[in-house]
């Protein structure tokens, strides 16, 4: 290989954030005017690793060469400016501007007056074929008008290399042609083109080159020609299910605790299924194929239209979170720091959070149970905190995770949800939650659990439904079905 | 031994901290040492107090409203407008008592309609009770007459300017409310979860907490406390004088979050809100007392709030960083 021909040049670089290794000797090299795939399950580090070439984090160690030149610190505008945008799939655009003051967003000065700038703007989106108004309010386009502003600002730069993080997820499928056709001409013109995507179809459709990303390691990198769709997805898979999980629960009962009729929203296409008493039943799809949104959906966190739900055959009205939990359900929001937890609060109060009322009298607590509340979860759960008076915000992601878990188990539901029940949490605190969920089904509980983990899931569930561009794409058994079936149906 | 001392030496400085209110009351009181006035005189911090009460009561019921990421803006009309009813109903023949009572109803009435706006319409609190302050205002222009309204009946004013125990009643009333609303938000459920809520919205709407609700009874609250404070105003000075109540607000709530019930929800307390007030009026007395121009008074009073609550801001940011 000429080393002309390189324009991206990462080696053994890593990267440590507390109590996980994101990033482990990665390397990639990247050729010019290629279209190069980076695919991998949540989680495997791509976005890490795209996060430092963009300079949003520094790299631990390791070196990073683009167009010849050795990169040490950088900052996002530094990056831009030399050549290299990333565009984010949640878009990095202000609504309440133009799309001309976006694409020159932080640089009128230089633009030489508004009237200069919209024509600008004008000459960049025609030469990418697009027809918005310069003066149209971003917040007013859709998904795919606003990938063509991000492009435009790209091009702006005169970016040698672009990063599409998920660029197709939002976009229709003749959107998705069209994203295409311009991604082949950036390419014709020299423009090289990461491509982040859980697609399989779209990256042997458009991609030249596939570099596959897991557990924080670049697994290989390959002509997309060399590789089959089986081998990619086993290479995305990789580890095999380890001693790491208990042993499966069985399901002991055999009735139907609930019954989801139909819940179609604007994200979700009828989805219905039943779950049992005891039973442990795993949501698989990707992030964002509406695995989040089925759950939040069920809870009341998400106004769902006519949503049907019978719990122990008889209907009930789930509007709000509180009607969730008096109906029996508890959830255990995916992010727990946004979600699941009042920061600046003590674990104690944390804990007690949802059985207020339970403890009340007249609307005041009683401190006394309040106490034994707290004490009994932070035993039962051994959750390693000084005291239950200790601000939650100081515990570790594993202790703040089970002070949720605590606070559900104190009102013992029926339903407990669990959104990335150990999402950042490290080895010997996962197993203590797994544990955890073994014994709550065990005791006449089911869980509905997501996890972006796939052993995790396999391991722990009964039954797993996939999820695909929200839709519930398929049934399977864990104990028989193989990963790698599961996983196709989930990619679609 | 050793070691103990300089933990609490530690724990006082920290106290200090958090609280530069303190450290500006110490101030206040070490300097008006000096200068020959009558500040330490009993007269003196008796008036004092006074002039806190019904200031105060107003804070604690906006606290209320602080503490859930709100604020109140309404609470000087509705205190005149409290006033103007409460003495209107009484010179109309109407029983003492329940005059009263009406005229802290018409509080919670608007504290209701705030509530509903900000907890249903999802209004932002700031606008909407500042408007909701002008049409309270208007409405308190309009039973008055634009003039001020004064009680025939001599007992009303015994309310607040009768003694108990030496205590003028007025700063009792303070008190009364003062522990109320501490004991509330310590000790009851709605506290907490005003408190969870104020915090962190989300969270406390998916621990399955009546969000809602609470939202909406702190703001009734606010009202119902600027009402009573409004009738303890009006019975004071015997009086009702429609537009006594324009500077409240920004004083009230500036001496809110002085005291460090801040604008981001989720902490402060009544004995906070109690010291941000008293030191807005211990710094106005003082400097009464000494006999600074009142323009100045003005300036002096603006660079004390904003030296407090940039400090504390600082404190903030610093710790931020430090983590």
């Known amino acids: 290989m000429n080393n002309n021909d390189v324009i991206l040049s990462v080696q053994n670089v890593n990267k440590s954030f507390p109590g996980v290794r994101a990033l482990s000797d990665a390397s990639i090299t990247v050729r010019k005017g290629t279209v190069h795939a980076v695919v991998g399950e949540n989680g495997a580090g791509k976005s890490t690793l795209m996060k430092i070439l963009s300079g949003v984090y520094t790299k631990d160690s390791g070196t990073v060469v683009f167009d010849g030149e050795t990169i040490e610190h950088t900052t996002p505008i530094q990056s831009i400016r030399r050549g290299l945008s990333i565009i984010y799939q949640e878009f990095n655009l202000v609504n309440t501007l133009t799309v001309g003051e976006n694409i020159f967003l932080g640089r009128y000065s230089e633009m030489k007056g508004m009237r200069n700038m919209h024509k600008q703007a004008r000459t960049l989106l025609d030469s990418i074929g697009s027809t918005i108004d310069t003066y149209r309010l971003v917040s007013d386009l859709s998904a795919a008008e606003k990938q063509m502003v991000e492009i435009s600002k790209a091009l702006s730069f005169n970016s040698k290399l672009i990063i599409m993080d998920e660029p197709s997820s939002s976009l229709t499928a003749d959107e998705l042609t069209q994203l295409f056709t311009l991604i082949n001409d950036l390419r014709s013109k020299g423009v090289t083109i990461i491509y982040i995507s859980h697609k399989l179809d779209e990256i042997f459709e458009l991609c030249d080159i596939v570099t596959i990303v897991r557990d924080g390691q670049v697994i290989d990198t390959k002509p997309i020609d060399h590789l089959t769709r089986g081998e990619m997805i086993a290479k995305m898979i990789g580890r095999e299910i380890e001693n790491e ?112 009322e339970n403890i009340s009298k007249f609307g005041f607590i009683n401190s006394s149970k309040e106490k034994e509340i707290a004490e009994r979860q932070i035993k039962s759960l051994s959750i390693k905190t000084p005291s239950p008076h200790a601000r939650v915000k100081t515990l570790s992601g594993g202790n703040q995770q089970k002070c949720i878990m605590g606070r559900w188990l104190e009102i013992n539901p029926d339903i407990l949800i669990l959104d990335e029940p150990t999402r950042g949490i490290d080895v010997g605190t996962k197993y203590e939650i797994y544990l955890l969920i073994k014994t709550l089904v065990e005791n006449g509980s089911s869980v509905i659990m997501i996890s972006s983990e796939l052993p995790e899931v396999l391991a722990m569930s009964n039954r797993v439904l996939t999820i695909c561009e929200g839709r519930i794409s398929g049934e399977f058994n864990p104990e028989v079905d193989s990963a790698h079936d599961i996983m196709d149906a989930a990619i679609g | 031994m050793n070691l103990n001392v300089q933990a609490l030496g530690a724990q006082a400085l920290n106290i200090l901290n958090k609280q530069k209110a303190v450290v500006a009351i110490a101030i206040i009181f070490i300097v008006m040492i000096f200068p020959d006035t009558n500040f330490y005189t009993a007269g003196n911090f008796s008036n004092l107090l006074e002039a806190v009460s019904t200031n105060a009561i107003i804070a604690f019921g906006v606290t209320l409203a602080v503490i859930c990421k709100g604020c109140d803006l309404s609470v000087g009309s509705v205190m005149v407008m409290a006033g103007i009813i409460a003495i209107m109903l009484l010179n109309s023949g109407m029983n003492m008592a329940l005059a009263i009572i009406l005229a802290i109803l018409s509080g919670s009435v608007v504290g209701f309609i705030n509530g509903f706006l900000i907890v249903h319409q999802k209004s932002e609190a700031f606008i909407i009770t500042l408007g909701m302050g002008m049409l309270v205002q208007g409405i308190a222009l309009l039973l008055s007459n634009a003039r001020h309204v004064s009680a025939s009946d001599p007992n009303f004013q015994r309310i607040a300017n009768d003694n108990w125990f030496g205590i003028p009643n007025i700063a009792a009333f303070m008190i009364v409310f003062g522990v109320l609303v501490f004991l509330l938000l310590r000790f009851t459920s709605f506290g907490r979860n005003l408190y969870a809520l104020g915090g962190d919205y989300e969270v406390a709407e998916h621990s399955g907490i009546n969000v809602l609700r609470t939202k909406w009874l702190a703001f009734v609250l606010t009202g119902t406390f600027a009402a009573v404070a409004g009738v303890l105003a009006a019975s004071r000075f015997n009086t009702g004088i429609p537009i006594a109540g324009v500077d409240i607000p920004l004083m009230v709530n500036c001496g809110v979050v002085i005291g460090g019930t801040s604008f981001a929800g989720g902490v402060g307390g009544v004995p906070q809100s109690f010291i941000g007030i008293f030191v807005i009026f211990l710094l106005r007395n003082a400097m009464s007392m000494i006999g600074i121009h009142p323009n100045v008074q003005m300036l002096v009073l603006g660079i004390m709030i904003v030296a407090i609550i940039s400090l504390d801001c600082f404190a903030i940011k610093r710790k931020k960083e430090a983590v």
Do not use: C, W
């Not at chain 1, 049992?276 to 509406?290: D, H, Q, Y």
């Not at chain 1, 769902?304 to 008096?326: C, F, Q, T, W, Y």
């Not at chain 1, 995916?334 to 059985?355: A, T």
């Open chain 1, 245 to 356: 999980f208990p042993s499966r629960p069985l399901v002991t009962y055999n009735k139907v605790v609930m019954e989801v009729k139909t819940i179609n929203t604007r994200k979700l296409k009828d989805i219905s299924f039943e779950l049992k008493k005891g039973e442990i039943l795993g949501f698989v799809g990707l992030v964002g194929a509406g695995r989040t949104e089925i759950v939040r959906a069920i809870y009341g966190a998400d106004k769902a239209g006519e949503l049907k739900i019978l719990m122990n055959g008889s209907p009930v009205k789930i509007r709000k979170p509180r009607d969730g939990k008096h109906a029996g359900i508890g959830l255990l929001p995916e992010d727990r720091k946004l979600e699941g937890l009042v920061l600046p609060f003590s674990v104690q109060s944390n804990i007690v959070m949802s059985s207020l």
